[in-house]
């Protein structure tokens, strides 16, 4: 009785306060239930196929398990008050113009399991106060540009269990508070640098169960606030130097995978990991992480083939003195197998004899393993191949084929046809598999590729043409294959540039040409298709000439691999064609010489700069002018300079690589002095003349106090550090300080290790790369 009373007074109380006429109150149809209390109507399984009229005071609306199809323009009008709204299960296909716009007041709006293929720019018009938006399930493959532009207020956002295989750039513009994006369960392969742009509060990001065999560095770093990712279940099998660079970034999930290696500095620049999942991937040893991860404090490594050795002692000493829980077991040797990592002590880590450990891994590698599954369904799969239908991977590898093999599944993703012996690949040779997204034919014997080879194959994205016989390339042999973005091409037979064979893939991101026997690069390299290169890989080639116009509207190139090749001095006219450069790679051309203002072009761009082993013997004082603060890292290493540029306009250096150069340590050289004295990070340069201070550290070494302007160096802290190599009697030589330099070399001894990182913010301990151990 109390209840009904106080109902009573509340009703009139809310149809004033919402100004609703009393009248409309009554209205329900005759399927659903209607509570008049609560303000909710149910509609569940009733077959309806519009949505209903109900009281315009409705305030949650259930619609699930209805047959609706469509919603047209305008289907809530008559329900502006709602909240919730939940349409699961209504086979709807489209959504049209404005179909929500009336729904000012809506902050929760479910509509999974439908069959909804494309977000158009309208869908979602007038939900400016949604706060939760459910597409799973569905069928979703595009998202058109402003699809999402009205939802300002929006948290989260759910699309998994969909179809979608690219993600474009600014894909979700207009979610301004955005906390929580999840894009599991897609065929996602290919995230373009901008697709998350824009979401400058989004906390966490699933992109787990997707076809990413690329850790998408650059794209994660445009995600400030992220501080959970989970990209588990993605066929990645290495992640290099550097590769996380999120700085509070606290969980990641890089489970179920297929990582064998990573670098120790893969995890540089994420300062602020707690929480590290290797579970369920292929290591067999890992090796302690550099100090970018100082706040780790849980590392998975469950469900790995850890080999419990003296190879695992580094890390397992590590974990003890950071106090890192380790996680997971050892999968061998036999005496270990089984033991949790975090019991072990390091001294119990010993490696056997070659003989016995050879004996021990074989045994472990031919044991036979007792099936703990039940068989896996059967898929389609030609003879003589291997076809999983849970991954929809397929494999003919290394099985004699002499033509391409058909009649896989329509839903194979990836397709590895390596090794076998197929020398031409006619048109039409992959009907019936439009949904494959890597293709590997490494090591086929290719000499030619047909126009439309690989027509219908839409969804390509990897095509692996590597270590064939090719020596020339036709437009048409990309023909239908319009996604494709990376193409592998090295180790073949050309001797020119493909000029022009890219004219039918738009969107080639990433071009490797290395290891062929291309002598130079003509003008207008890129033009007629792959104007859109960001990565261009040409090292190992015989490149002794590059045309001035060469890298002609190559506006999009970041990129530029131009190592071990045959140019006698720094390309700088054609770089000025790509204003957009970040890393260029010179290593091991025999330059000699690099002039002023070499690399001016690429001032304000370039972060990277490689010319190590070119046997370089002198660099002009202004060669580096115009870098400043945007290099990142220099590379000099294996050269014969004697001297190298001043390198104080470089503030924002993180990596300088000296080594292995005839250093002469004289007044000459004091600008490096005085520059090391300011930097925060170690530079292993180290003298090689005069001959009494040899093998000595530049930072050591007491000769730059004689020179004018060095007197500084006098309360020098480092210039009274005692090392083992000072010789009893060390005094400057006037006669040598003054005269010319030598002409004879001598290098140390030992082999100098190479530069080291500087620790971000400006810490005081560093961390060796991985190639520089």
């Not at 007074?9 to 209390?37: M, S």
């Amino acid at each position: 009785m109390h209840f009904q009373v106080c109902s009573g007074l509340l009703w009139p109380f809310l149809v004033i306060l919402l100004g609703v006429p009393a009248a409309r109150l009554a209205k329900c149809p005759k399927q659903c239930v209607c509570d008049q209390i609560q303000l909710t109507v149910t509609c569940v399984n009733k077959n309806l196929t519009d949505v209903p009229t109900v009281d315009e005071i409705t305030v949650k609306l259930d619609l699930r398990g209805n047959d609706i199809q469509q919603l047209p323009t305008g289907a809530f009008k008559h329900t502006p008050y709602l909240t919730h709204l939940s349409l699961q299960r209504c086979n709807i296909r489209s959504v049209k113009e404005g179909a929500f716009r009336s729904l000012g007041r809506l902050v929760f709006l479910n509509l999974a399991h439908n069959h909804i293929n494309i977000l158009y720019q309208e869908s979602f018009d007038g939900l400016s106060s949604l706060k939760q938006l459910v597409i799973d399930w569905n069928r979703v493959e595009e998202i058109q540009p402003g699809a999402f532009s009205q939802l300002g207020f929006l948290n989260l956002l759910s699309l998994t269990h969909n179809q979608l295989v690219y993600i474009p750039n600014m894909a979700f513009q207009g979610l301004q508070n955005i906390k929580w994006l999840r894009l599991s369960h897609n065929s996602l392969n290919y995230l373009d640098v901008e697709a998350f742009g824009g979401l400058v509060t989004l906390n966490r990001l699933s992109l787990d169960h997707n076809e990413l065999q690329f850790f998408p560095s650059e794209t994660m770093t445009r995600l400030p606030e992220v501080t959970r990712l989970d990209m588990g279940y993605n066929p990645m099998t290495y992640l290099g130097e550097e590769t996380v660079s999120m700085a509070k970034l606290t969980h990641l999930f890089l489970d179920h995978m297929f990582l064998q290696d990573l670098a120790n500095t893969a995890l540089y620049r994420t300062p602020s990991l707690v929480h590290l999942d290797l579970s369920h991937n292929q290591l067999r040893v890992l090796q302690p992480f550099s100090e970018g991860s100082p706040s780790l404090a849980r590392l998975n490594l469950a469900g790995n083939p850890i080999y419990c050795n003296c190879y695992l002692r580094p890390l397992r000493e590590w974990t003890i003195d950071s106090k890192v829980r380790l996680m997971g077991t050892c999968g061998g040797p036999a005496h270990f197998s089984g033991e949790h990592l975090d019991t072990l002590y390091p001294r119990d880590l010993r490696c056997q004899s070659q003989d016995a450990m050879l004996k021990a891994e074989f045994e472990e590698a031919t044991r036979v393993a007792q099936p703990t599954e039940a068989p896996q369904a059967r898929v389609k799969c030609p003879a003589n191949c291997a076809c999983e239908a849970e991954t929809n991977h397929s494999t003919c590898e290394n099985r004699g084929h002499t033509k391409v093999p058909q009649g896989f599944s329509a839903n194979t993703k990836l397709l590895d046809l390596r090794g076998n012996h197929f020398h031409y690949v006619p048109s039409n040779s992959f009907p019936g598999v439009p949904q494959v997204v890597s293709l590997h034919l490494q090591r086929c014997k290719i000499a030619e590729v047909e126009d439309g080879a690989f027509n219908g194959m839409k969804g390509l994205v990897y095509l692996y043409l590597s270590e064939n016989d090719l020596t020339s390339l036709s437009p048409e042999a990309f023909k239908g294959i319009p996604h494709l973005t990376y193409l592998h091409l090295e180790k073949n037979r050309f001797t020119r540039f493909p000029k022009g064979a890219f004219k039918l893939v738009p969107g080639l991101q990433a071009l490797h040409l290395e290891h062929n026997a291309i002598t130079k690069l003509e003008s207008g390299s890129l033009v007629g298709g792959a104007e859109g290169v960001r990565g261009l890989y040409l090292t190992g080639n015989a490149i002794n000439g590059v045309s001035a116009r060469a890298l002609e509207r190559a506006d999009a190139l970041n990129t530029l691999h131009l190592g071990g090749n045959k140019l006698k001095e720094v390309p700088s006219q054609v770089l000025s064609q790509a204003g957009n450069l970040e890393e260029l790679k010179l290593s091991g051309n025999p330059i000699r010489w690099v002039g002023a203002n070499a690399f001016r072009a690429l001032a304000g761009t370039l972060k990277d700069l490689y010319l190590d082993h070119t046997g370089l013997e002198k660099m002009s004082k202004d060669s580096l002018a115009g870098l400043g603060p945007g290099l990142r890292s220099l590379y000099l290493e294996g050269n014969r300079l004697e001297v190298v540029p001043d390198l104080h306009p470089l503030t924002s250096l993180e990596v300088i690589n000296l080594a292995e150069n005839p250093l002469l340590c004289d007044c000459p050289l004091l600008p490096l002095r005085m520059w090391i004295e300011k930097v925060n990070l170690k530079v292993r340069a180290t003298c090689a003349n005069p001959p009494e201070i040899r093998g000595r550290r530049v930072k050591d070494v007491h000769i730059f106090r004689a020179c004018p302007g060095g007197e500084s160096l006098l309360s020098s802290p480092t210039l009274g550090l005692k090392t083992s190599k000072t010789p009893k009697t060390t005094k400057p030589k006037p006669a040598h300080l003054n005269g010319p330099r030598m002409d004879t070399m001598s290098k140390p001894k030992s082999k100098p290790r190479t530069g080291l990182r500087a620790r971000p913010g400006g810490a005081q301990k560093t961390s060796q790369r991985r190639s520089e151990a």
